[in-house]
């Protein structure tokens, strides 16, 4: 796999990009990761057998609450842009809770723009300069709204102390706790005790990473009223306990996690 990060304008809206391309069948359990995602497959798409289909070659990745397996049949060449919880909206023109709990087609969302970009990427050859189309895309369609900073800033609070309530956020966010609601949901693509639960497990997944192994401690670090809440929710949203999970496979956070 290799990792792009984003032009400078582009930095406060995207994570990074990644390429990744393979020659050989796998199957991966894959967590809520707390970020949607756009992806171009040059190949063959990914299977994803707990909903039962492919992948589009031109997908929109929204929030998820539940794991999943990907396979590759080893015939690949992706390339994927990273989004923070709360910008992919403002590129799309498509409101985030439209493809919640989804992976959609990117045909589906009827963005002329967006299709012409997406087969200008098929077209090239090199991810580099793949990367460099969409950015151009990218940085044409930044629109800074109040509601992406309002929420944003929240996000930032959310990751700092994952226990924070709905009305400390949307205090924060200068809104009501309806209106909060309904604009983070707008924005997000799930609701904020849904996406805060995301981010709980997700900081835990950040901890065991870093060698931790006391989970009443984890459970607290997170937010969690206890560790039994803390290895539920954990086991709802990995399919593992946090024990079990460490004997599957080596524990990694997406949302924690900046690749280098």
Known sequence: MKIYHPRSELRPYVRYYWVLKGDEPFSILT????????????????YIPELDKSQSQFTIS?????PAHIQSDGSLEMIVAVFYPHTVGMFIDTPPSAFYN???????????QLNEIAQKIFDCENAKDCIDILEDFLTSKIRPVLNISRVGSTIGTLLSVPSTSVN??????CLSKRQYERVFRETVGM???????????????????????????????????DQSHFIRNFKKLSGYTPEALIKHCAPYSDLFTNPA
């Open 31 to 46: 967590f809520p990761i707390g970020c949607p995602q756009i992806i171009f497959h040059k190949k063959t798409p990914l």
């Open 62 to 66: 929204g929030q998820v609450n539940f």
């Open 102 to 112: 989804l992976e959609i087609s990117g045909y589906d969302i009827e963005n002329r």
């Open 168 to 173: 400390a956020l949307a205090d924060r966010a």
């Open 191 to 225: 609701n904020p005790k849904e996406y805060a639960r995301i981010v709980k497990f997700q900081k835990a997944l950040w901890l065991m990473q870093r060698g931790e192994s006391n989970y009443a401690g984890i459970a607290a670090e997170c937010g969690y009223s």
